[in-house]
């Protein structure tokens, strides 16, 4: 094997594998990187079994071969080495990077221990433009699961209906559902889509960072994967085919009060609050008064003190008091654009509804938290 790539085109490709290696892996192949060197292409590949990740390295090749390496350890050298070009060659047991003046040898594995590894079929798959999926980020994927033990509930959901596709993520606590038109995309089912939430975070970030126009979505590669590509990055993942909750049956449909709030008055009153709420399970109370025109946003501490802010809001309905979660109201709030936000009540122990009248098709749940008093 012999080629040669810019330190330019390694270091962030490399980076990204090497966080998909097992931090125990059952087989010791599995710690490596395996690299691919056709007449062609030169492909870098990691798998910990669950998610495998290719990356295609633009390259000068002067001789073909296949071989396998530890994959941090390369990740860590070719971080260190300085800018410019780094060559790849092989002897029979070892790697050998070269850079300047400096010289590295890495011992291998052979490739044929490596797991084999599925192929992207672009010809069959959705494409998902990434203006959507940008909006979609800030939006909708920041309420998905971060724990595993709900696997379906770590994920985006995408489901066509009629003539629109509906992104949702929840991670039971809070839900984020944004309605998009299809004419963009590519996409009919006849049940949802369920795509990693966080290799899709991932991905958006390299299509930004990359200024590609699309992420690709191939589900025909095998029964049991996902297969996701952005530029010349691949993700496969396996394929969650569990059925999404029925989201809908949370989210109410009548309201006892309804009110219009300034968003930015809102985030900082409960950005204050949750100062205040930090050893108190983060929980802050709201007390809305619609005839009265106002609401408390406000939290209590044993230990720190107290704090309460007053915003306008206009609306109608009966008075309440509810609370919540700080760090969801924030995050919500993050979510929407300054302006007027408009905020919909059932009860103190039933989900909030926040809408923009300006961002139509996009709506949040938070579930309140029980207090007594």
Do not use: C
Not at 110 to 124: G, H, K
Request: hydrophobic content about 45%.
């Amino acid at each position: 094997m012999k080629f040669t790539s810019l330190k330019e085109n390694l270091h962030r490709p490399l980076s990204l594998l090497s966080r998909y290696i097992s931090s125990r892996p059952a087989l010791p192949v599995l710690a490596n990187i395996l690299i691919e060197v056709t007449n062609d292409e030169v492909v870098f590949s990691t798998t910990n079994l669950d998610v495998t990740v290719k990356a295609k390295i633009p390259s000068k090749i002067e001789d073909p071969r296949t071989i396998t390496v530890p994959a941090r350890l390369l990740a860590e050298l070719v971080g260190t080495l300085p800018a410019g070009n780094i060559s790849f060659s092989t002897t029979e047991s070892q790697l050998i990077v070269t850079s300047n003046s400096a010289e590295a040898s890495l011992n291998s594995i052979p490739a044929a221990d490596f797991p084999v590894l599925p192929a992207f079929n672009q010809e069959n798959a959705i494409k998902l433009p990434l203006d959507i999926l940008n909006e979609v980020s800030q939006k909708v994927l920041f309420a998905a699961a971060t724990d595993e033990s709900r696997p379906v509930l770590t994920t985006l959901m995408l489901h066509p209906q009629g003539e629109d596709i509906v992104f949702v993520s929840t991670d039971g606590f809070r839900l984020s559902e944004a309605i998009k038109p299809t004419n963009k995309i590519n996409f009919e089912a006849d049940k949802p889509l369920l795509l990693p939430a966080k290799i899709i975070a991932e991905m958006i970030k390299l299509g930004n960072d990359n200024q590609t126009d699309a992420i690709w979505i191939d589900i025909t590669t095998q029964s049991n994967q996902i297969a996701m590509k952005v530029g010349d990055i691949e993700f496969y993942s396996k394929l969650i085919d569990a059925p999404y909750p029925e989201y809908k049956r949370i989210i109410p449909t009548e309201f006892v009060t309804s009110f219009s709030i300034d968003s930015e008055e809102f985030f900082q009153a409960v950005k204050l609050s949750s100062v205040f709420a930090k050893d108190a399970g983060s929980l802050i109370k709201l007390q809305v008064d619609p005839i009265k025109g106002e609401m408390l946003v406000g939290a209590q501490s044993a230990s720190l003190g107290q704090n309460q802010s007053i915003i306008t809001i206009e609306g109608e309905g009966e008075d309440m008091v509810i609370a919540f979660n700080s760090r969801f109201l924030l995050d919500a709030l993050n979510a929407f654009t300054n302006g007027k936000l408009f905020i919909q009540l059932k009860g103190s122990l039933s989900p909030l509804k926040i809408t923009d009248p300006n961002q139509p098709g996009f709506s949040h749940i938070i579930m309140p938290i029980k207090v007594e008093g």
